[in-house]
């Protein structure tokens, strides 16, 4: 599994699944804990894969903890 990366003030991961359908998933899965954490991510599907970005605009768009602890939520629920 892909670590995650920072690089120009973001956190950044790509999660491959083997269909649409379980990217699809994930993504509502991971809403619910979004909306727990009221952190929310940049994220975008392509067919198999969900490219997340993380910061924190209130900060002035750099990587908080937040951004640490959603990173940690989203793998969890992978």
């Not at 956190?11 to 994930?26: C, P, S, Y």
């Not at 067919?47 to 640490?68: E, F, I, P």
């Amino acid at each position: 599994m892909q670590s995650w990366v920072l690089s120009d003030n973001k956190l950044t991961k790509t999660f491959e699944f083997k269909t649409f359908e379980e990217a699809i998933d994930f993504m509502v899965r991971a809403s619910k804990v979004i909306s727990e954490l009221d952190h929310h991510p940049e994220w975008t599907n392509v067919y198999n894969r969900v490219m997340v970005s993380l910061c924190t605009h209130d900060a002035g768009n750099v990587v908080t903890q937040k951004d640490h602890d959603l990173a940690s939520a989203l793998d969890r629920v992978l």
